[in-house]
């Protein structure tokens, strides 16, 4: 993993829950698990960790228990019969949340667990802060991929985030509360929360965060059928929001964004 992130302290009062979706990186539960919960007991004055195992056929959960060692109560574990997808891994494991900051990383090892604390820095009256990548670790094809998909989401749902599909946010509980009920069975899931947070009101703010190359496990995503599938998925999710979703009453949301 990096170097650890800012030597200055950064506590998060109350619960945090760090959600990480997995299927089949048990070779990787090693390098995430550790530091996540090291960093969380740094960063919290509780924490929990809610690994979405999303079908995984290997030794995921087996690997992600022994990992936490001592703090083995401080893991749940939520569970897939079989292989659902990136959207409803995310939002199960969000929906199991008990924390007064709730964030998601992804397990592949691509994200460091320590620059939670990069995102904690900024978090002061703030309801999500969110990662982009300052350089995506990702053959070309992905980048071009995520910028063009980055494009359609300014068009079609008005909102001109950076990097709006990068898994790596941390949000107060309460804006969990706004934005339910989970519509995105996808990593529209990303542009679902950024979406209801504006329209909401919310405070959102982004910061670059480092994105490693994969070392173990096997890379999903990036194929032309979940490619195309997405787009349309982009224009599905915004009338169905258009038709069943409404922000909450002026006075619930956290100020203007």
């Keep these: 993993m990096a170097e650890a992130v800012r030597s200055r302290r950064v506590h998060l009062a109350g619960k945090v829950t760090l959600v990480i979706p997995v299927h089949n990186e048990s070779a990787n539960m090693p390098r995430v698990i550790p530091v996540a919960r090291e960093t969380l007991s740094q960063l919290a ?32 574990v939520v569970s897939h019969a079989r292989k659902s997808g990136y959207g409803i891994t995310v939002a199960d494991g969000l929906r199991a949340a008990t924390g007064d900051w709730v964030a998601f990383v ?14 904690a820095e900024i978090a002061d009256g703030v309801d999500m802060v969110a990662g982009w990548r300052i350089h995506r670790a990702d053959p070309w094809h992905r980048s071009v991929v995520s910028g063009t998909f980055n494009v359609l989401v300014r068009i079609l749902y008005g909102i001109s985030y950076r990097d709006v599909d990068c898994g790596f946010k941390l949000m107060r509980g309460e804006l969990l509360q706004i934005a339910s009920p989970i519509l995105a069975r996808s990593a529209l899931l990303n542009t679902e929360l950024y979406f209801k947070a504006k329209r909401s009101g919310l405070i959102v703010r982004q910061v670059g965060i480092k994105h490693h190359p994969r070392v173990a496990g096997v890379r999903s995503g990036g194929r032309l059928i979940p490619i195309l599938r997405a787009v349309r998925e982009l224009v599905r999710l915004r009338l169905e929001l258009a038709r069943s979703w409404r922000p909450p009453p002026a006075g619930r949301a956290g100020g203007p964004s």
């Design 106 to 119: 992804d397990g592949d090892g691509q994200f460091d667990p320590r620059d939670l604390r990069v995102l």
């Design 45 to 76: 004055d509780s924490f929990e960790i809610v690994l979405v195992d999303d079908g995984s056929t290997d030794q995921t959960v087996a690997v992600a228990k022994e990992e936490m060692g001592d703090q083995a109560e401080n893991l749940r």
